[in-house]
Nanobody, 124 residues
């Protein structure tokens, strides 16, 4: 069993920054990709970013590329999402997830464990 707990969400003005953290416990997550997704009200959950087990490979949704950075610290069992130049359209609940082992996972079905989510609200 894997438990994922997100933190770091909050209310920020447009142009501001937030850093989300995802702490993992239970079975190891150091040998699989980890990812971040988000879900805005009335919309489907969408892919944001993913990172390989070594941290050497990352992939981002076009909507966040150049503004968000995903990273991980396997010694701390923690994944991070640094969000800069935030926009009102980034407002959503952000979820951390562990992949099933698929290479460069970008679909919801590529992930098997999810956190409870953390709310990010960007005001204009």
């Amino acid at each position: 069993q894997v438990q994922l707990v997100e933190s770091g969400g909050g209310l920020v003005q447009a142009g501001g920054s937030l850093r989300l953290s995802c702490a993992a416990s239970g079975r190891t997550f150091s040998n699989v990709f980890m990812g971040w997704f988000r879900q805005a009200p009335g919309k489907e959950r969408e892919f944001v970013a993913t990172i390989s087990w070594s941290g050497g490979l990352t992939y981002y949704a076009d909507s966040v590329k150049g503004r968000f950075t995903i990273s991980r610290d396997n010694a701390k069992n923690t994944v991070y999402l640094q969000m800069n130049s935030l926009k009102p359209e980034d407002t959503a609940v952000y979820y951390c997830a562990r992949s099933t082992g698929r290479w460069l996972p970008r679909r919801r079905s590529d992930y098997d464990y999810w956190g409870q989510g953390t709310q990010v609200t960007v005001s204009s």
